[in-house]
C-alpha cells in the first residue's frame, strides 16, 4: 500500500512564495518519477513538473523560471518551490509518483494554494 501526504498550501498574496512537500510511503518503494500536478476549477489537471530517479527535469512553460522541483530520495519526499506565485497559480496541486518497474501512478490528495491579495 502507498500512500502519499502533501502538505504546504495555503493562501499567499501575488510575488510571495509557497514550498509544497510530498513524503511517500510504502513497503519495498523504489520510486522512479516523482513530481507535481495542478488543477484550477473548471480546468484539467495539468502537469506543473517532474523529477526522474537519474535527476532529469521537466517543467511547463507556464512555471519555468518560477518553481524548482526537487526530491529527497532517503526521505522518500519530492519538494515544490514556487516563487513569483500569481492568481493564475491558484490551484490545487496534486503529487504523483511512478516506481521503478512499474506503469502505476500513485496520487495524493492534494494541497490547495491561493494566490489573491
Known amino acids: 500500500q502507498v500512500q502519499l501526504v502533501e502538505s504546504g498550501g495555503g493562501l499567499v498574496q501575488p510575488g510571495g512564495s509557497l514550498r509544497l512537500s510530498c513524503a511517500a510511503s510504502?513497503?519495498?518503494?523504489?520510486?522512479?518519477?516523482m513530481g507535481w500536478y495542478r488543477q484550477a476549477p473548471g480546468k484539467e489537471r495539468e502537469l506543473v513538473a517532474f523529477?526522474?530517479?537519474?535527476?532529469?527535469?521537466n517543467y511547463a512553460d507556464s512555471v519555468k523560471g518560477r518553481f524548482t522541483i526537487s526530491r529527497d530520495n532517503a526521505k522518500n519526499t519530492v519538494y515544490l518551490h514556487m516563487n513569483s506565485l500569481q492568481p493564475e497559480d491558484t490551484a490545487v496541486y496534486y503529487c504523483?509518483?511512478?516506481?521503478?518497474?512499474?506503469?502505476?501512478?500513485?496520487w495524493g490528495q492534494g494541497t490547495q494554494v491561493t494566490v489573491s491579495s
Open positions: 504523483n509518483i511512478i516506481p521503478y518497474g512499474s506503469s502505476r501512478n500513485y
Open positions: 523529477m526522474t530517479g537519474g535527476g532529469v527535469t
Open positions: 510504502g513497503t519495498y518503494l523504489n520510486i522512479n518519477v
